[in-house]
């Protein structure tokens, strides 16, 4: 079974870059489709953008808008997600997720194994 540990998080003013990692041990990562959702307080978890196993597909939610990049290094056996100009409706907790099935569903429920997440703050 893979485990899934978040880094990258932290304070940030609107508009620098993150970059944020999602570290997989216990199994490759390319065995699953990857996600990274993201919950704010008071608000439900959503889904942010997702990466299948083959690499092959790839979503956003809508309003990622062009912002955010979703990549996988299977050297690294990582999944990254990479954010530009954030603002502070990007503030919540950024989680990653697998699930085992070959295509990226935009919906949290999907997913079976989850990472311990990582707080973004993004200061306007």
């Known amino acids: 079974q893979v485990q899934l540990v978040e880094s990258g998080g932290g304070l940030a003013q609107a508009g620098a870059s993150l970059r944020l990692a999602c570290a997989a041990s216990g199994r490759t990562v390319s065995s699953y489709t990857v996600a990274w959702c993201r919950q704010a307080p008071g608000k439900e978890r959503e889904f942010v953008a997702g990466?299948?196993?083959?690499?092959?597909?790839?979503k956003y939610a809508a309003f990622v808008k062009g912002r955010f990049t979703i990549s996988g290094d299977n050297a690294q056996n990582t999944v990254y997600l990479q954010m530009t100009s954030p603002n502070s409706e990007d503030t919540a907790v950024y989680y990653c997720?697998?699930?085992?099935?070959?295509?990226?569903?935009?919906?949290?429920?999907?997913?079976?194994?989850w990472g311990q997440g990582t707080q973004v703050t993004v200061s306007s």
């Open positions: 990466i299948s196993r083959s690499g092959g597909s790839i």
């Open positions: 997720a697998v699930e085992t099935t070959a295509y990226v569903r935009n919906t949290p429920d999907a997913y079976i194994l």
